[in-house]
């Protein structure tokens, strides 16, 4: 007879750097009251370093989250103390992909985009019995790889197949960072795939999770096997150019009976949409249709690069425990104050590059991403502020408007060739020109660009404000060591597709499922994916 089993988290364990996984399992159970005779399992919940200083030193550890395996009916003095004291508490339970009732199973439903938000929703509903067909407007990622690397010999996109769009989406060209500011039990399910697919298992639980844009090309293709020995039928350089809807009471919804791509009609029971932050051809033709869309905040900046090196003494310091940890990464905040919009940084990219993530000719976006090893002595990041339709104006594609705009401003003023314009942060500061701005890892290379001038003020003053922020938690940030780098508009989206907070359905419609960055519902790798997973769970369970 098997003993029923209840996991407990036992919270902030401190472990040097140097110390032993092995030893967790008994300082947690030590720290929890519990005989380690009595432990079942143990596992690493969540770890993350702790670099603060004490005074005038720095002593890095790690800090780590526990969880143990111990029968339900385990009760004692100390460890009942713990958990009335907070130490421990009971681990959130792990979600999962199946659907037991399987009332969708045989229906036929289209996925459109094959970013993290419809690849995981597409391989939900496989595993659920759903016929998927799964269609994306670039190539797969072999393919994918020819075209970017055209673009970087020739400086003319593939307006269809490019860093953006293709297999993976636009996160395979990123850096592949998995950590998200959402506790959600899908998540747990999505990382495991990701390790059945040849992710490291330390995915599992380190706070900051990052695969590698390496690994993810490595990664994908295994996915992507795995999803068509469950049917999924994957149509490659096939983008949406309309749906098919059955004309109905002019006060009833809208039911979708087919999709009308750049390759023909195909019929469904439902469409689940994943298009991503840029195709937005697609969504004004679905606006055009009676699709409703509405304008939303969106973050836009620019990319600062700094030596690695610089960077991982400012986090770590010079001592040797320094070495053991590898490049720094950082996670900065400067609240808004004195009439200054909030600013942050998104997307660090530890041992990086800087990429010009666009898709069309005559605009320029940056962005950033590493490999698993974060071999490159460069380190960037974006540095962002919030824009809505306070400053861009009315209407639901305004904020587009204004994104081109300034992409287009930036792509001339590198000289109309992907050139991006740089500025040192300090000149950036004093308000003049970097007559010969230092060497950047930018694909395209730079030009002395005029970077606080091409901003619009509000993210001028408030990039600004941040920079002398930084500065004081990082020595050099805003010196002329850290350079800053063409334009960062697309790390979010100014559009949003409303739909139903408990279906997932878009408004006016009854089998229309907008999903992840594209949908304005999710931001970053993760967030998209556990959120293409649970618009699939709500399609499945109707």
Request: charged residues 25%.
């Given at each position: ?329 950082y996670n900065l905040i400067c609240k808004a104050d004195d009439g200054v919009a909030a600013s942050f940084s998104f997307c660090m990219c530890p041992g990086g ?187 499945l369970r109707g």
């Amino acid at each position: 007879m098997t003993v029923p089993a209840r996991t407990w988290r036992v919270l902030n364990l401190e472990m040097r750097l140097d110390e032993s996984e092995s030893l967790l399992r008994e300082r947690a159970a030590w720290a929890a009251g519990i005989d380690p005779e009595h432990v079942r399992g143990c596992r690493i919940a969540r770890r993350s370093v702790d670099a603060r200083r004490h005074g005038k030193t720095r002593r890095l550890r790690f800090i780590v989250h526990a969880d143990l395996v111990l029968d339900a009916d385990y009760s004692g003095i100390r460890f009942d103390a713990a958990v009335k004291a907070g130490k421990l508490v009971e681990a959130p339970k792990a979600g999962s992909f199946d659907v037991t009732d399987g009332a969708r199973k045989g229906t036929r439903v289209v996925v459109v985009g094959s970013g993290p938000a419809g690849l995981y929703a597409a391989l939900v509903l496989a595993l659920n019995g759903v016929g998927v067909d799964l269609i994306d407007r670039g190539a797969e990622l072999k393919e994918r790889g020819r075209d970017v690397v055209r673009f970087h010999r020739t400086r003319v996109p593939n307006t269809e197949s490019n860093l953006l769009f293709g297999e993976g989406g636009a996160g395979t060209y990123s850096d592949g960072k998995l950590y998200t500011r959402v506790d959600d039990p899908l998540e747990v399910p999505c990382l495991e795939t990701l390790v059945a697919c040849g992710a490291k298992p330390d995915i599992l639980y380190d706070s900051r999770a990052h695969i590698g844009t390496d690994r993810l090309h490595k990664i994908l293709p295994v996915l992507r096997q795995k999803m068509e020995a469950l049917g999924v039928r994957f149509h490659w350089n096939t983008r949406l150019d309309g749906l098919v809807v059955d004309s109905g009471d002019a006060d009833s919804a809208r039911r979708v009976r087919a999709i009308r791509t750049s390759e023909g009609e195909i019929r469904c029971d439902a469409v689940l949409l994943a298009l991503g932050h840029s195709a937005r051809d697609s969504v004004r033709a679905l606006h055009q249709q009676g699709v409703r869309v509405e304008a939303k905040p969106f973050q836009l900046g620019v990319r600062i690069e700094h030596p690695q090196e610089l960077i991982t003494r400012g986090r770590y310091g010079d001592g040797p425990e320094a070495a053991m940890l590898g490049p720094a990464s950082y996670n900065l905040i400067c609240k808004a104050d004195d009439g200054v919009a909030a600013s942050f940084s998104f997307c660090m990219c530890p041992g990086g590059t800087i990429v010009a993530s666009t898709n069309a000719p005559g605009l320029l976006c940056t962005n950033g991403m590493s490999n698993s090893s974060h071999s490159s002595p460069w380190a960037n990041a974006a540095l962002v502020t919030t824009f809505g339709p306070n400053e861009y104006g009315p209407g639901p594609f305004a904020g587009v408007v204004f994104q081109e705009k300034l992409e287009r401003r930036f792509f001339e003023a590198g000289g109309a060739d992907y050139t991006a314009p740089a500025q040192a942060a300090d000149d950036f500061l004093k308000g003049q020109l970097t007559s010969k701005p230092r060497h950047s890892s930018y694909t395209f290379g730079t030009a002395p660009g005029r970077i606080d001038s091409l901003l619009p003020p509000v993210a001028r003053k408030a990039i600004a404000r941040a920079l002398l922020k930084y500065e004081r938690q990082i020595s050099g940030f805003a010196s002329s060591e850290g350079l800053l780098v063409g334009l960062e508009s697309r790390s979010s989206g100014p559009i949003r597709l409303p739909r139903g907070r408990e279906t997932s359905v878009a408004e006016g419609f009854v089998n229309l499922y907008p999903m992840g960055e594209g949908a304005g519902c999710a931001g970053g790798i993760m967030s998209a994916a556990i959120d293409g997973a649970r618009c699939a769970l709500h399609y499945l369970r109707g």
